[in-house]
């Protein structure tokens, strides 16, 4: 039995969005075989009095504020970091003494540290020499803001985000160097990661669903409901919505004109355009989202921006559901368009297969049996923990072959540019 660190980002528990979801599941992995010892970031709606059973799987629980949450004044810091340093402000907004101190206490006597994000790797340099360091890489960071840059309308949003893009992906390619293994979610991740960091192992750790929680239900639904789950503060899926309401559902309307939409999920920020308002509901957060998604005929995923795997479209696959996905809203997850999913990049394209399947209940039952299929045969939590142990026993001690070491000051020295 080994002793890992791990470093997330915000409390896993209770799990309400997809890190939380994957970050949950990897560590209840770890400890199925070794002591892990968290340390986490919280943020404001964090709920750490409903983490019992995080707690119940951890040898320590340690938390710890956002400063760039709490104070104006640390948050004014950080974008001056973020713009006139060295780092991105995606780092320098979880720049923290408290947290570096503690990093550099407890890790002292791990065997491994899991940095769980992207931004927490600015806290690498905290970690001694000869522990082996893991980042656990969600997404190509660099990517995904590339492309929100890209479709920001805001003049001045679109002008500081194109700024950050360069910064990211060197701090980035500074922290894949730095660490000894990176876990990706998906191949793609995985080939755009290896290219920042050659020397670097990346391996393929996908996300997961719990199987045996989102079964299907036993009868199908006869309603014409198309529903996404997916809060509206992750910007690749506010997006996805607008283009949605405002391109693809008008059209589905139009050949369907009884179809409703369903958000499930935080809706800040979203604005529904008059002329669907009527047949669009926002259901806001709910704490079982399974029953809106089953009384559901079709899954959609308009996601036109993103990296690594949604793990909200695994559920839908896991209960069952058709889906309608961009080639970007399920990438990383090996569907197939016509066999068990329909693939549409298109406004008009996407709403025809929408209604195609509204139209036609059967083969949307077809379409939604092949994908709880696929689900069972590569996608459970348990074969993806068993991989991700795999992984970790060619770096714990025991079986360490001391390959690579952690003198890398250039990387170190940009990824500690960040902090206080």
């Known amino acids: 039995m080994a002793r890992i660190l791990a470093l997330t980002s915000r409390l896993p528990f209770p799990p309400r969005e997809g890190h939380q979801l994957r970050a949950?599941?990897?560590?209840?992995?770890?400890?199925?075989?070794h002591e892990v010892t968290l340390v986490s970031f919280v943020r404001e709606d964090d709920e750490p009095s409903e983490a019992d059973p995080l707690r119940r799987i951890l040898q320590g629980l340690h938390l710890h504020p956002i400063p760039a949450e709490r104070s104006h004044l640390a948050l004014g810091r950080a974008l001056?970091?973020?713009?006139?340093?060295?780092?991105?402000?995606?780092?320098?907004?979880?720049?923290?003494?408290?947290?570096?101190?503690?990093?550099?206490?407890?890790?002292?006597?791990?065997?491994?540290?899991?940095?769980?994000?992207?931004?927490?790797?600015a806290h690498a340099d905290c970690v001694p020499a000869g522990i082996p360091v893991v980042l656990n890489a969600h997404n190509v960071e660099h990517r995904l803001l590339a492309t929100r840059a890209e479709i920001e309308p805001d003049r001045l949003r679109r002008r500081f985000l194109s700024g950050q893009v360069a910064r990211l992906r060197t701090f980035e390619a500074a922290a894949c160097a730095r660490a000894d293994q990176v876990l990706a979610c998906s191949e793609p991740d995985a080939t755009a990661l290896r290219g920042l960091a050659p020397d670097t192992p990346v391996e393929v750790i996908a996300n997961g669903v719990d199987l045996d929680a989102n079964q299907p239900e036993a009868t199908s639904t006869t309603r014409p409901q198309l529903v996404f789950v997916g809060q509206m503060g992750w910007f690749p899926n506010r997006d996805g919505v607008d283009w949605f309401l405002r391109d693809v559902f008008p059209r589905i309307l139009r050949a369907c004109p009884s179809a409703e939409f369903v958000l499930v999920g935080k809706h800040d920020g979203i604005v529904v355009p008059a002329d669907v308002a009527p047949l669009v509901r926002l259901a806001g957060f709910v704490p079982d989202l399974r029953p809106l998604v089953q009384a559901a005929a079709v899954y959609v995923v308009p996601l036109r921006a993103g990296s690594g795997t949604r793990l909200k479209v695994l559920e839908a696959m896991a209960l069952g559901k058709a889906i309608v996905s961009t080639r970007v809203g399920s990438e990383g997850i090996v569907l197939t368009h016509g066999e068990n999913v329909l693939f549409a990049d298109e406004a008009q394209a996407f709403a025809d297969a929408a209604v195609a399947l509204l139209q036609s209940p059967?083969?949307?039952?077809?379409?939604?049996?092949?994908?709880?299929?696929?689900?069972?045969?590569?996608?459970?939590?348990?074969?993806?923990?068993s991989r991700l142990l795999d992984c970790y026993d060619g770096l714990l001690p025991a079986s360490n072959s001391g390959e690579k070491t952690h003198q890398e000051p250039s990387a170190d020295r940009l990824l500690g540019a960040a902090t206080d």
């Open 80 to 121: 001056l970091r973020g713009t006139l340093g060295a780092g991105p402000f995606l780092a320098a907004k979880y720049s923290s003494a408290a947290f570096r101190r503690q990093v550099a206490e407890l890790a002292r006597d791990a065997d491994l540290v899991h940095f769980d994000m992207l931004p927490l790797m």
């Open 362 to 385: 059967e083969e949307a039952a077809r379409l939604g049996r092949a994908a709880r299929a696929l689900a069972e045969q590569r996608y459970g939590w348990e074969a993806i923990g």
């Open 24 to 33: 949950w599941h990897l560590l209840k992995a770890m400890a199925s075989r």
